[in-house]
């Protein structure tokens, strides 16, 4: 999955003070929440998004578009990469990982039965077995995606809020996420790859909007809504305080490029 969205392994020695940040907030959170530290990777694309791979917690990686770095700010990104972090530790990453596989496999087969029709497609019986291919094989994918993926970022969610201490600062980057994913701003390595989307914090497709049968997502705002609960129990078990931000603290002069 890294390879096909062409990520690059990043960390704390980046000249770029932006992502060289990024990369150690990443492993200071996995250090306090007790999780072996996995792989950080970035992703050349403009939409922010972020997912997280690997078998187990031992051998796993989370990456980041370019675009979350730039488009949200510090506490944000510190949720977002938290809510990663929580698959990584509730192991949901090689299930979500083996599912990309399938849903891929299910269109891949689609398209392998598609070409090979070649002259039954000159028969009603044969344009109506395209028809029906064309139909219901990115709605089995899409079920298959979804069994296992809506549940998971619930999951996921308060998780992430207890590992980097702020559900109001994940609920931000939700809803600022999915303004710029439905905003038009399209990930085309997603929209080549649509089996790997139900990995992704926010669904990376065009198109995909509210809680409707085939989403591979729960809708953002019942996910906010959740969060925001979440931060009306005042301190998470983290320690962090609901308005906290960070277990960092970041003065002003340190924001530089994360500010918004």
């Known amino acids: 999955v890294l390879r096909m969205y062409g990520a690059q392994e990043v ?30 990777y970035l992703i050349d694309s403009d939409q922010p998004n972020a997912f997280a791979t690997g078998r187990d917690p031992e051998h796993a990686a989370v990456a980041a578009n370019l675009g979350l770095l730039r488009m949200l700010d510090r506490r944000e990104i510190r949720g977002v990469m938290a809510h990663e972090l929580a698959h990584v530790r509730n192991r949901d990453t090689l299930t979500m990982t083996v599912t990309a596989t399938i849903a891929g496999a299910i269109s891949a087969l689609a398209n392998f039965a598609f070409f090979f029709q070649g002259n039954d497609r000159d028969r009603p019986g044969g344009i109506l077995g395209v028809i029906a291919i064309a139909i219901l094989a990115p709605i089995a994918a899409a079920l298959v995606q979804m069994a296992i993926s809506r549940h998971r970022e619930y999951g996921a969610d308060a998780g992430g809020a207890e590992i980097c201490g702020d559900p109001e600062a994940l609920a931000s980057a939700l809803q600022k996420i999915e303004a710029y994913a439905r ?14 989307s139900h990995m992704f914090i926010i669904n990376p497709l065009s198109g995909e909007g509210a809680d409707n049968l085939f989403s591979t997502h729960p809708a953002t705002q019942n996910r906010v809504a959740e969060l925001m609960k979440l931060a009306g129990r005042g301190p998470t078990v983290s320690g962090g305080s609901r308005r906290s931000g960070t277990a960092v603290p970041v003065s002003p002069a340190e924001r530089g490029p994360w500010s918004s």
């Open 183 to 196: 905003g038009g701003m399209v990930n085309h390595q997603a929209e080549r790859n649509p089996a790997t």
């Open 11 to 40: 960390d704390e020695t980046h000249p770029d003070r932006l992502i060289a940040n990024f990369a150690a907030d990443v492993h200071e959170m996995s250090d306090r929440a007790g999780m072996p530290r996995p792989k950080v």
